[in-house]
């Protein structure tokens, strides 16, 4: 299966970035996901390694991926990147990267070989929450709104996807620090 096969299949299953939620969680998402800013009111960084907590997240009628790993490297409104790498409910595996400005321009979602899965865009909102937008090359969409706990070792992410034909979905995804 194609890396762009398998992600829109995870875009589509887990609407996250991260997932995919692009991506998902594409992801978000897709998924993804994921908050990758700082808030305004703490200031602090999230630069660092942050694992999924499936137990505390909700994501509908959708199945939890087994695992999902999302890596900060940059957290800078003027730069910003971020790696995932999620193993979804049937085992299969995917990695995907995204690097861009926080100013709400869109740039490529790219997977392990740099092709281009998907677009998303981040910008940070007045109250400190990173707000997500993207979209998958056969029509998914969806928009997230992440924010990161006073202690600075939770992301909540939460994301509505629109698939190809209109039909809307939510889901919440945590994330803890693990380093």
């Known amino acids: 299966m194609s890396n762009k096969t398998l992600f829109r299949t995870v875009f589509t299953r887990h609407s996250r970035f991260t997932a995919m939620c ?10 993804a996901s994921s908050a990758f800013a700082q808030t305004n009111a703490l200031k602090k960084s999230t630069v660092g390694t942050w694992k999924l907590d499936v137990a505390r997240s909700d994501f509908g009628s959708n199945p939890a991926p087994k695992s999902l790993t999302l890596t900060i490297l940059k957290d800078a409104v003027e730069s910003t990147s ?11 595996s995917i990695s995907y990267s995204w690097t861009g400005p926080m100013d709400g321009s869109m740039h490529p979602v790219k997977g392990p070989n740099g092709e281009e899965l998907a677009q998303e865009s981040l910008r940070v909102d007045a109250d400190g929450a990173l707000l997500r ?17 006073d202690d600075g070792n939770t992301i909540t992410d939460v994301v509505t996807m629109t698939s190809k034909d209109g039909q809307t979905s939510k889901s919440t995804s945590v994330f803890v620090r693990s380093a």
């Open 22 to 31: 692009v991506l998902p969680v594409l992801l978000l998402a897709f998924g």
């Open 82 to 92: 971020y790696q995932v790498t999620v193993v979804d409910d049937k085992d299969q």
């Open 133 to 149: 937008h993207g979209v998958e090359a056969g029509g998914a969409s969806f928009d997230g709104r992440a924010t990161l706990s």
